[in-house]
């Protein structure tokens, strides 16, 4: 493919961001521009002349301006291959002069439908299709026209056409593969809004754009990226990095885990994730109180690990932070006092983050396929109901909440202890439940006299009970659910020990 010599461009964007640069780049480069509507009125008034395209077609835009560019002398413009002789034997017969550059992007549908108040019918109005039926057209074409649907690559083509009048073979190509992205990406979230009140569709269609290349991924010899669902930033994508180091995957993977957890916390909270599982969380009055408390609960697993708060930081609570080594450290806001001590830490990743958002979907990958799922949703055992002789105490309830929401946020097994809204310990990942009873009995040591225990998912047997009683538990909260639970049941009673059934199970995998 030879460069193609860019003689007539037509342009039509809704991001106007350096369109009067670049068609001033054109017109000094004797291209002949052909526009339409407001692009059309942002460059005729910048001084460079522009044909209307109503004056290409001979027609005027119709429909409230749904058709301007649907038309012959347009698309034949764009879609004559230049290497067929019958083609450019019809575009002479037709009066049609070729169209060698082709400038879209399109209405921003994703912002419309993301207004709380959007109607159904305004968001369809907000669905371009001359826009997109240029690109793909000019795209299809790549051999004989280049395409540009970003102002980030205005630079690149007007580079090329000053220094050779043409794009190379190589741009073109480069640009018709990112036009094509462009408006699946736009379809797929059409298609998203329409599809909305469908739970899991017949035909999943993503669409993600890159935020930034990570260093690696897990580790070092795996390549990987970061990316963001749809165009509007949202969750991890929505935080504003304030200082430190650039983010691995693995600090995006633990960040998600600990935000998910505290955003779930009632008074101020703090948790402390490590590979994905808190090795700390608790809730107190103060925000500092709560880190320390949640340090408390694994201070060696904490080492390196992710802090996440759900009240904005103050300086106590950062100057408590930087006494240990943190990898990341993520508020919804900072003072500016706490900003300047953990920022002092030239490593430490500080991040503002948006408020909590939970995924339609969770989505992840296997092999050769994906696995989709609901989210799962906030849920701190309110409708819990007491199934032992024992009731629990005011107190014991407050801490079978807190210790219910932890569960939820730790991989299965997953057994956690905590006492005056506390962990204290915490099992977690370990292939049978007893086993992660006894290690959560380990870690909290003598502060499992009197604490509360949550499982993520029933006792199978009564030993796992047994274990945690042995500990110094004094109250229990699970799912329930077991075809032995009334032997569980008929255990706590034994022990004397309140326990409660959600009737929820919250296996993390």
Not at 112 to 138: C, F, K, L, N
Not at 431 to 447: I, Y
């Amino acid at each position: 493919m030879p460069a193609v010599a860019v003689r007539r461009a037509l342009i039509s964007v809704f991001d106007k961001s350096g369109v009067v640069e670049l068609a001033q780049g054109l017109a000094e480069a004797g291209v002949t521009i052909v526009s339409s509507g407001g692009t059309a009125r942002a460059i005729a008034d910048s001084g460079i002349a522009v044909t209307p395209v109503s004056e290409v077609t001979g027609a005027p835009e119709i429909l409230g301006g749904r058709v301007k560019t649907l038309h012959p002398m347009i698309h034949g413009g764009i879609l004559a291959d230049r290497s067929v002789p019958e083609h450019m034997q019809e575009l002479a017969a037709g009066s049609i002069t070729p169209i060698d550059l082709v400038v879209c992007n399109l209405y921003p549908f994703e912002r419309a439908v993301a207004h709380p108040s959007v109607t159904e019918a305004e968001a369809i109005e907000q669905i371009d299709i001359g826009g997109p039926a240029m690109v793909r057209a000019a795209a299809k074409n790549f051999y004989s026209v280049a395409v540009v649907v970003s102002p980030d690559s205005y630079a690149a083509v007007l580079a090329e056409i000053r220094a050779s009048g043409g794009v190379s073979d190589e741009l073109r190509a480069t640009l018709a593969a990112e036009a094509f992205r462009h408006t699946a990406a736009y379809d797929a979230a059409i298609a998203a809004y329409l599809a909305r009140a469908e739970d899991m569709p017949d035909r999943l269609v993503w669409d993600a754009d890159k935020i930034f290349d990570l260093r690696y991924g897990e580790n070092p010899h795996q390549s990987a990226a970061f990316y963001k669902s749809g165009r509007l930033a949202s969750g991890l994508a929505g935080a504003e990095q304030l200082g430190g180091k650039e983010l691995s995957y693995n600090n995006l993977l633990d960040l998600d885990a600990a935000w998910g957890l505290t955003s779930e916390l009632e008074g101020h909270g703090a948790a402390i994730i490590k590979h994905s599982n808190p090795c700390g969380a608790a809730v107190a009055d103060r925000l500092h109180l709560a880190y320390e408390r949640a340090l408390e609960c694994d201070p060696t697993s904490a080492f390196g690990g992710i802090v996440a708060l759900n009240r904005a930081c103050d300086a106590a609570t950062a100057e408590a932070i930087t006494k240990i080594f943190t990898e990341v450290v993520a508020a919804p806001d900072f003072d500016a006092d706490a900003l300047e001590a953990l920022t002092r830490k030239k490593s430490l990743r500080v991040l503002r983050m948006p408020g909590f958002t939970q995924a339609e979907r969770e989505v992840r990958s296997v092999a050769g396929a994906l696995l989709v799922q609901s989210p799962d949703p906030s849920d701190d055992g309110r409708e819990a109901k007491v199934v032992t002789t024992a009731e629990p105490t005011r107190e014991q309830w407050d801490d079978l909440r807190f210790a219910w929401v932890v569960a939820k946020h730790t991989k299965s097994n997953a057994i956690v202890f905590a006492s005056h809204g506390v962990a204290v310990g915490v099992g977690a990942g370990q292939m049978n439940r007893l086993e992660a009873a006894e290690l959560a009995a380990r870690r909290s040591g003598d502060r499992s006299k009197g604490a509360v225990c949550a499982s993520d998912a029933f006792f199978p047997f009564r030993d796992g009970l047994d274990a945690v009683v042995a500990s110094g538990v004094a109250a229990v909260v699970q799912p329930g659910g077991s075809v032995r639970d009334d032997e569980v049941i008929a255990a706590a009673d034994e022990h004397g020990i309140a326990m409660v059934f959600t009737g929820r199970r919250h296996f993390r995998h």
